[in-house]
């Protein structure tokens, strides 16, 4: 079955620092790779995603993702953290021709002053 | 603002009522998704449209939800008789390619 792992509930990192999110998925096809950021009470807001060509990419707020197919991983990344980058971070997976995304638990990102 | 829109974005019911919520998509947004989330979870898969046509429904949609897009535009997610199990947040999604962008939800206390 298709399925996505985030094995850290928590991460903290200091302001400042660079923060990594990590995220596996199950091999099945060629999967694509998005990051969701959900601020409290707010719906998702997409960050990034792979779906094919460079394995790394990157998107909003200066956040990176890189894709290793043979670790099955896509971990997120950023150089230097921000206070205001604080939130539940979800990786999700698609696969071509099933359009519904599944997503991990989250890991909840705090970062500190 | 051109984002999904939902509405309401808070409701609160007792046991055994029916409830209903509406999506409004990107506008050029062919089609549109359904995902319930609970606290501590991701958000979980419950059904899609390509504009009108319901082409997947989730094993966790139950003969009492029901969910209709009838012009390809908005939609609307109907549970009946609910339960104190559905208390959630409800998603709606809208793409135009292969990016799901999120609206706000509409978050479910059933008492």
């Known amino acids: 079955a298709q399925s996505v792992a985030q094995p850290e509930d928590q991460v903290n990192v200091a302001e400042g620092n660079p923060l990594t999110v990590k995220c596996t998925y199950s091999v099945s096809g060629n999967p694509y790779l998005f990051w969701y950021v959900q601020y409290p009470n707010r719906g998702l807001q997409f960050l990034l995603k792979y779906i094919t060509g460079d394995n790394l990419v990157k998107g909003s707020y200066g956040f990176e993702a890189e894709f290793n197919k043979s670790q099955t991983s896509f971990h997120l990344k950023k150089p230097s953290a921000l206070v205001s980058d604080s939130a539940l971070y979800f990786c999700?997976?698609?696969?071509?021709?099933?359009?519904?995304?599944?997503f991990g638990t989250g890991t909840r990102l705090q970062v500190f002053p | 603002d051109t984002g999904v829109s939902q509405d309401p974005r808070h409701k609160i019911t007792k046991r055994g009522q029916n409830v209903t919520f509406r999506c409004d998509p990107i506008?050029?947004?062919?089609?549109l998704y359904w995902y319930r989330q609970t606290l501590g979870q991701g958000p979980e898969f419950l059904t899609y449209f390509q504009n009108e046509a319901q082409l997947e429904k989730s094993r966790l949609l139950s003969d009492r939800f029901s969910a209709e897009r009838p012009k390809g535009s908005f939609s609307t997610l109907e549970i009946q008789r609910t339960e104190q199990g559905d208390s959630a947040m409800y998603l709606c999604?809208?793409?135009?390619?292969?990016?799901?962008?999120f609206g706000p939800g509409t978050r479910l206390t059933v008492l």
């Open positions: 999700a997976v698609t696969y071509p021709n099933t359009d519904k995304l599944i």
């Open positions: 999604a809208s793409s135009g390619d292969d990016t799901q962008y």
């Open positions: 506008s050029e947004h062919n089609r």
